[in-house]
């Protein structure tokens, strides 16, 4: 079992301290979200700092293992959007962090980004389906997984449930698209408990990805989730990608709540076996 954290946490250090700290607490990656690099432009971040970063995360020893809240910026996109001008740079910043995810030496990215793919009229369903079945072309040419997360109907009314997204990618077909499981959003949205959802969808290879937060948005072990019974299931399911460590708030700040969420989850490993 591999956990990463997601940069996010600890943003206020500049990049080679995060990769130290992240390596220090335990975690074997960080997981990037791309407007921690740059928050205008994280798709037109320049070759030498690709370079620096991917040399930061080296000299840690540890990876970078996935790119996800992908379209935070630049400002103004939308995957469901009809204004064709938004929808082409939309679908440029997409194809160009897939490029940043591969050149950081990634295996995944995760499409969260509710904001960006609210549907609202006729067509826009259609048109982030369409938007995934580009990617997933995009991804397949790069050699990289792209999972489509799903958010609770509070955060999103597109692919709200992992069954509505593992039917959008069944409708695509691409091995290159597959969807995942965060544990806050099930455990907001969900009619099922996260481990009967594992049950159920790990055996069918839809699911890359696992997110560990509670319901209450704090990290893994500050609220009722439990998690020994999750990494459990995992394990017996033979689960081998990243876990990424994904609280919202920060209890009492973002390198403390790192540190409690490796910590927790070291017990809850042991606990698990």
Known sequence: MRFA????????????????????????????????????????LPASRRAAARRAAADAGIAVTGLHWLLVAPAGLSITTADPAIRARTLDVIERLIGLAAELGAGYLVHGSPGQRQVAAAGDAGRAEATMERIAAWSAAAGLTYCLEPLAARETNWASTIAEAAAIVDRIGSPSLRTMLDVCAAGNGEAEAVTALLDRWLPTGKLAHIHLNDRNRRAPGQGEDRFAPILATLRRHGYTGFCGVEPFEYRPDGPDSAAFAAGYLRGALETSA
């Open 5 to 44: 954290l997601c940069n996010e946490v600890v943003r206020d250090l500049a990049f080679p301290a995060q990769c130290a700290l992240a390596a220090g607490l335990g975690y074997a990656g960080l997981e990037v979200a791309p407007f921690t690099l740059d928050a205008e432009a994280p798709h037109l």
